[in-house]
């Protein structure tokens, strides 16, 4: 019994060590804001561009000021472009954490 003990008190003493370090984790997980479509630069002939994207954590993200639904950790949406130069900002925002992309679209009509 006195072996079973000792055991069961390091069991406890271990998972009161990790538990404080699995719940910094998430904390101190850095906010990556990446886009992945559309591509910086690009040329398009459709009037209409899908802006997807991920973020690392937990975060509210905004493209050109509007609030985008996100699942999970991924985000996406449809932008109605006017002909010729188009910017467009995608902010993600996590506490103190911000991160901004800023991309150029092109929409020339074919």
Known sequence: MNNLTKLLRILVLISLLVLPITACMEGSMILILTV??????????????????????????????VVVPSKGNKFSTDIKLTEGSNVITVVAK???????????????PS
Do not use: C, F, R
């Open 36 to 65: 992945e479509t559309p591509q910086d630069k690009a040329i398009v002939s459709a009037p209409t561009v899908t802006v997807s994207g991920t973020v690392t954590k937990t975060a509210e993200v905004k493209i050109n000021d």
């Open 94 to 108: 996590s506490g103190k954490d911000t991160e901004t992309k800023t991309l150029t679209i092109t929409y020339k």
